[in-house]
Structure formats: structure tokens, C-alpha cells
């Protein structure tokens, strides 16, 4: 046997190992001069010559114990106190369905925090709207850049259309490239790309221009989709990250419902696809300067001071770690609990770094490869769920359920280009089509906001498996509706579309962002995120390019469509049920020992929830009692006592 071979199995063997280690609790049975020592030792090497170490041993006690604060003798101040308080909300255990003061609480959040949560959303806007205005101009553009008579129109149209999609199966690869930069230069990078391609856009001459232009739209949507919600879940505490990342999801439907909102208002002038298309460009040029007010994020600093080369590179970043902690946090104390804690998991990791490759460990390592599989299922069942068949399409997918024509799938996409030439039937059709996409949109925006409040309290995996069973009735039932006669039809699509959004926004619309982009650990997080949304883009690409041919080319048409679709989300439904586990709640870098657990555990996992929701609908007329409900694994603190003042459960002192 070659030595290259060995070297490799001792390396495999190497990598397997530390990654069982990531599983274990960071500080699990050390005492108070061990923790004392740890504090220490961070406080040399990163140089904190002006900050109270007495504040770094209280940030050590709680990352070792969330509850320290309320243990007797505890040198916590009233102020200290309240904020914790706050910040760990519901302590009792109970649900109180939306309306819960400790549940409030735990928004009290720094300006600093709510200033990066709204920048983040304007960088979700700004897609959603680069996304939508498609949906207007494509009723035109096709006729002003001759496309109408082309044999091959149907595909051209949905390859102009998904282009941007296309090319972001490739660019979401770049946030790995990116990373030298930062999260923040990063996003600078996608800004200025995001206005080039708006810009151009609208001055193009031909179709082939227009293409062309959308291509390089994918190269800023692409890296975008991928930083943004790992700046942001980076950034956040966990306690409400779910609430806070998926503004993303939930900013890109109001800008989904923004760029219908201009295709409306451009619709009767004279260069009117090219304004709905040029729309856009104002929001990332704004964003690119607002980027650098922004703190970077913590995270990313930490993991570039453990790999600094110099004591100054060092200490310059563990700075400016602590002082964006400090901002993103309520109390110093919570920040240096955080500094402290990140700091001992990332230097874990460091073992794995050095004896495998990130883009192999994906798939090699189990850990990260249950997270990414999940990740992907998630992303998969976001488009698979046909959502953007109506995002992207919704204009010709109205248009032919309010056409009094027998037969709604030989309604056109694209009819006319100049106002003065649209017939005046055309045109109330085309209005209410356009109204009807705008509703579509503005539901997808306003029923994210319950998912806020829900998702850290119910948990990523709950609500997707309330909502899934509901999107794939309304997908049915939209495909049936399609049957009925003009005067039903015209009533029925958009309601059962409607319910659809409801459902889709509370459930599988924010949770795929947030979970992936907090499931992988960091040594593989900027790598595993450019894959995953490079599925999501090509997926979403295939649906955009394939919904023409789909409607009109064969024998499905809107019905067979969406029945299909259908039966999709049906199938979502069971593959999250034994794949997906739940994550909230749980700091980054302690989901290891979620995604720790074996396969086969995670899919038990499932099949015991399942079980123990149909007892209780079994007896649902006598009364539920829900009892105890299965449990992958226990919290931190939860699984085991903790002696924080150096003594083990058997009594022995611990060093």
C-alpha cells in the first residue's frame, strides 16, 4: 500500500475524529480554574488590554451556563440580569400561540441590530424586484424586440426569463471567492453588478442584448442570495435569528410585490418594459454605500484572527469581533459570552481545517452532510412547490382563468407592445391580470410577517410540516378550477392561488434561507451556502424555462401544471418529515450535535413525531393531552448538571 494512501486514510481518520469532537458539549465537566484559565488565555491572545476581565469571566460562566445569571451568589448586575432575562423569553415551557410578553422581550433588541436587519432587507427587496418586473415586461417585450414570430419563441421567451437564474447557478459559487473580503465587501461587489445589469436592461436593442443583460443580473442576484442570510445569521442571536434572517425571504416577497407594483404604473407608457426592467438600479447603488456603516460580521472576524499570521493581524480582529459584538449585543456581557464561546468552537474546528478540504467535507464528513442534504431538500421543495410558476407567470396564468375563451391555455403570453394598439378588452384583461399578480405578491409579504413571531417559537420544521399538507390541496385545487366554467374559473384561480401564498409564506417561503444558512458550520458555511442557492437558482431556472412549454407545448396545460406540483408538495411533506431536523434555538456552532445524530436517528426522529401526532388526533374528541413529545436531543443545558464552580455531579472537584 503507497504511502499517499495511508497518508490519506490517517488524514480521513484524522478529520472523522475531530468532527466526533465536535459534537461533544465545548465544556462539558470543566471547573472554575479550567473556565478561569480558558479566559485567560483568550485574553492574551487577543490583546484585550482595556477591557474589564471581569466581564469576560461572567461572558465564560453563562457560554458554560445560560441560566448563571439566576444562581445564587451570581455577580450579575440588575442590569445584566434583565437582559438575560429577556433574551432567553418563555420559561416555562408553555405556548402561548402568538401573544406572549417574554416572547416580546426578546425583540428588545440595539439599534445597531435592527440597522443591519433592515439593510439586509433592502438587499432581499431588491431582488424580489429584479425578479418581478419580468412578469410585466414580458407582455411587451416580446412583440418590440421581435420575438412574436420566431418558431422557437416559447423557449427563447423562458430562457430570457430565467437567464438570470441560469447564471446564478454559477455565481452562487463566488461567496467562497468572496470571502477574503468579508461579508460586507462582498455585498459591495453584488450592489454594483445589480446596477450595472439594471442599467442595461433597459437600453437594450434586441433580444439577444436583453439576454444577455439578464445573464449578468444572475451574477449579482446569485452571491446575494447566498451572503446576505449568512451576514445576517452570523450576526444575530440565536434567540430570535430565525425572526431576523428570514426578513430576507420575507422582504423579497414585498420586493416581488414592488417590481408588480411599477409594471402596473409603466404599463401605458411608451417605453414602459424598459422602465419596469430599469426600475430597480436606485435601491443597490444606495445599498452599496450603506454597506460600510455596517459592523462586519463576528464570526468571520474570529475565524480570520485564529488564522492571522501576525500578533497585530491578530489582535486587530479579535478587536473589532468584540466591538461588533458589543454594538449587535444589549449588554457587554452577553457580547464576550458570545467572543467566548465562538472563539472555543471555532478553535475545534481547526483541527478539521487542517486535515481536510471544506468543498470534500460537504459530502465526506456526516455531520455536514446531513446539514447540507437537508439544506438542499429545503431548497429543492421551495421551487418543486411551483410557488414561482406564479411569481413569475402569474400575469398569463390570470390572464387565462379570467379569458372567457373555452379553452385558458391559448390565451398569449406576450400580445402587444404599444399602448395606442391594445385593444380595449386586451387591455382590462391585461390591467386585471397585472392587479391580480400584485395581490399574489403582496400575500406572499404580509402573511411572512406571522412567520417572525412563529418561527423561533414553533420551530423551522413545525411549520413546515403545518403548511406543506395546505399547499399541496391548493395547488389541486387551483389545477381543478381550471375545469370549471369562465364565470367560476375567473373566481376560483385567484382564491385557491391566494390560500396558496398564505400557506406557502408562513411555511416554506422564509424557513429554506434561515436553515440553511444556519444548519453548516463555518468551516464549510460560505463553500456549502454557494451550492445550495446554486440549486435553488437552477431549480428555479428549470421552472422558468420550462413553464411555456409546460402550459402550451403539450398535453398538461395549466391543469395537469399545478395538479403536478400538487403532488409535490405532497412528497415534501414526507421527505421533511424524516430528513429535516429541527434547529431553533440552538447557537451556530452548537448544532453539531444535532446534525451529529446518525440518519437513521433523525429519520426514528420522524417516525415518533408522526406517531405521536396521530394518537392525539385519535383522540381529539376526548381531549388531547399531549404529553411529552419525542426529542432528537436536548439543550445544552438540559443535558446534563451543570457545576459551573468546579465540582462533578459525583462530587469529585473538577480541574
Not at 287 to 310: C, D, G, H, N, T
Request: glycine content about 6%; some cysteine; charged content about 20%.
Amino acid at each position: 500500500m503507497t504511502s499517499n494512501v495511508l497518508r490519506r486514510r490517517a488524514n480521513a481518520k484524522d478529520a472523522s475524529q475531530a468532527e466526533d469532537m465536535l459534537n461533544e458539549d465545548p465544556f462539558e465537566d470543566w471547573g472554575q480554574d479550567r473556565m478561569n484559565d480558558a479566559v485567560t488565555e483568550l485574553y492574551s491572545e487577543a490583546g484585550f488590554r482595556y477591557i474589564d476581565q471581569s466581564v469576560f469571566r461572567k461572558g465564560a460562566a453563562l457560554a458554560q451556563d445560560p441560566d448563571a445569571s439566576s444562581k445564587p451568589g451570581a455577580d450579575f448586575d440588575e442590569v445584566e440580569k434583565r437582559y438575560l432575562k429577556w433574551e432567553r423569553g418563555p420559561q416555562d415551557g408553555r405556548r402561548r400561540f402568538l401573544f406572549d410578553s417574554s416572547r416580546v422581550d426578546q425583540f428588545r433588541q440595539p439599534w445597531t441590530l435592527w440597522f443591519l436587519v433592515i439593510f439586509c432587507s433592502f438587499g432581499a427587496a431588491v431582488q424580489g424586484w429584479d425578479e418581478s418586473v419580468i412578469n410585466g415586461a414580458q407582455l411587451y417585450y416580446v412583440t418590440d424586440l421581435k420575438l412574436e414570430t420566431h418558431p422557437y419563441r416559447d423557449v427563447l421567451l423562458g430562457l430570457i426569463n430565467g437567464a438570470p437564474y441560469l447564471c446564478c447557478t454559477i455565481s452562487c459559487w463566488l461567496p467562497a471567492v468572496l470571502s477574503p473580503l468579508g461579508r460586507k465587501g462582498a455585498i459591495a461587489f453584488t450592489c454594483l453588478i445589480s446596477f450595472g445589469s439594471c442599467l442595461a436592461q433597459a437600453f437594450v436593442g434586441s433580444w439577444k442584448g436583453l439576454l444577455i443583460a439578464r445573464l449578468f443580473l444572475g451574477l449579482g442576484i446569485g452571491p446575494k442570495s447566498a451572503i446576505i442570510p449568512i451576514f445576517a445569521s452570523e450576526s444575530v442571536p440565536e434567540s430570535i435569528r430565525g425572526a431576523l434572517v428570514m426578513s430576507w425571504q420575507m422582504w423579497t416577497a414585498f420586493g416581488i410585490a414592488l417590481g408588480l407594483v411599477f409594471s402596473v404604473s409603466f404599463q401605458d407608457l411608451r417605453y414602459n418594459w424598459r422602465l419596469m426592467l430599469g426600475s430597480p438600479l436606485i435601491v443597490p447603488f444606495a445599498l452599496f454605500f450603506l454597506v460600510f456603516a455596517q459592523y462586519e460580521s463576528p464570526r468571520w472576524l474570529i475565524q480570520r484572527a485564529q488564522i492571522a499570521r501576525s500578533r497585530e493581524e491578530r489582535e486587530k480582529k479579535y478587536n473589532e469581533a468584540y466591538a461588533a459584538l458589543v454594538a449587535l449585543r444589549n449588554t457587554p456581557v452577553q457580547a464576550a459570552r458570545d467572543l467566548f464561546l465562538i472563539n472555543a468552537l471555532l478553535k475545534r474546528e481547526q483541527r478539521w481545517r487542517q486535515n481536510s478540504n471544506p468543498w470534500k467535507g460537504l459530502i465526506q464528513l456526516p455531520r455536514s452532510r446531513r446539514a447540507f442534504s437537508a439544506s438542499v431538500i429545503l431548497m429543492f421543495f421551495q421551487q418543486f412547490c411551483g410557488v414561482n410558476i406564479l411569481s413569475y407567470y402569474s400575469s398569463s396564468v390570470f390572464s387565462s382563468a379570467l379569458a372567457s375563451d373555452s379553452d385558458p391555455n391559448t390565451i398569449p403570453l406576450a400580445p402587444f407592445t404599444k399602448p395606442e394598439k391594445v385593444p380595449p378588452a386586451i387591455r382590462r384583461l391585461t390591467n386585471q391580470a397585472l392587479w391580480l399578480s400584485f395581490g399574489f405578491g403582496l400575500i406572499n409579504f404580509l402573511f411572512a410577517i406571522p412567520a417572525i413571531w412563529m418561527i423561533d417559537y414553533y420551530g423551522r420544521r413545525d411549520l413546515l410540516l403545518a403548511t406543506f399538507p395546505f399547499m399541496a390541496l391548493f395547488q389541486l385545487l387551483v389545477s381543478m378550477s381550471f375545469l370549471a366554467r369562465p364565470t367560476i374559473r375567473r373566481i376560483l384561480v385567484p382564491l385557491f392561488a391566494y390560500l396558496f401564498a398564505i400557506f406557502y409564506s408562513v411555511g416554506e417561503g422564509p424557513v429554506p434561507f434561515v436553515y440553511a444558512s444556519e444548519s453548516l458550520p463555518l468551516y464549510t458555511r460560505d463553500q456549502g451556502m454557494g451550492v445550495i442557492t446554486s440549486v435553488n437558482w437552477g431549480l428555479n431556472f428549470l421552472l422558468a424555462m420550462t413553464w411555456p412549454s409546460m402550459r402550451t407545448g403539450n398535453h398538461l396545460g395549466n391543469v395537469g401544471g399545478f395538479a403536478f406540483y400538487a403532488a409535490l408538495c405532497l412528497i415534501g411533506f414526507l421527505v421533511i418529515l424524516l430528513f429535516v431536523p429541527e434547529t431553533k434555538q440552538y447557537l451556530l456552532e452548537d448544532l453539531s450535535r444535532v446534525f451529529g445524530k446518525s440518519t437513521m436517528a433523525i429519520m426514528t426522529h420522524g417516525h415518533d413525531e408522526a406517531r405521536w401526532f396521530l394518537r392525539q388526533v385519535k383522540h381529539i374528541w376526548k381531549g388531547p393531552d399531549w404529553g411529552e413529545r419525542p426529542s432528537l436531543i436536548k439543550k445544552r443545558t438540559e443535558s446534563r448538571e451543570l457545576r459551573p464552580h468546579g465540582t462533578h455531579p459525583n462530587g469529585t472537584t473538577l480541574r
